[in-house]
């Protein structure tokens, strides 16, 4: 799928949540960025996290492992997450696997991102199945831009990502 941003760009204080499931292979990455941004090309200008413009909360699966493994990026500034987000809901019995030749289902996870413009916090949350809120990572940062901030997502693989509907 590539890099695609939101049209709609996101207020001084928002909240919004993604669920989103990583095949074997495949990532997904949730950011808040810069209009902005360069969108063309592959580098660091347009990758999300790479630059001073976005940051973001990737998760992959490497082909040698089931596990998730998750990291927050900014400005090439790469942060390792010690525990991934919690399994939201499942098809079947979770077992962090793609291959559903077993029968059990694919994990399916959910994160919320919570931006306060006015203090220079972007934060990220892993919500359980229960709507538990964990906080995953907050960036304190100046946004020196004036330039509307957007959400934006990337996936690879047979990777989704999905806007959650707030009630």
Known sequence: MGARLCAESLCERCYWEAEFSVSVGGWVSIAVT?????RKGGGSDSGFGLNKNSWSLGCCKLRDS????????HNKNQTDLPAPP????????CDDDDDDDDGRGVCVYKVGVCVDR???????YSISDTDT???LHRFHTHFT???PLCAGFSVWGSSSVFLCQLE
Do not use: E, M, W
């Open 34 to 38: 810069y209009k902005g941004i360069s």
């Open 66 to 73: 089931d596990k998730l493994r998750c990291s927050v990026n």
């Open 86 to 93: 919690s399994p939201y809901r499942r098809a079947g019995v």
């Open 118 to 124: 006015p203090a220079g916090t972007l934060s990220f």
């Open 133 to 135: 809120l964990t906080l």
């Open 145 to 147: 831009q004036h330039t």
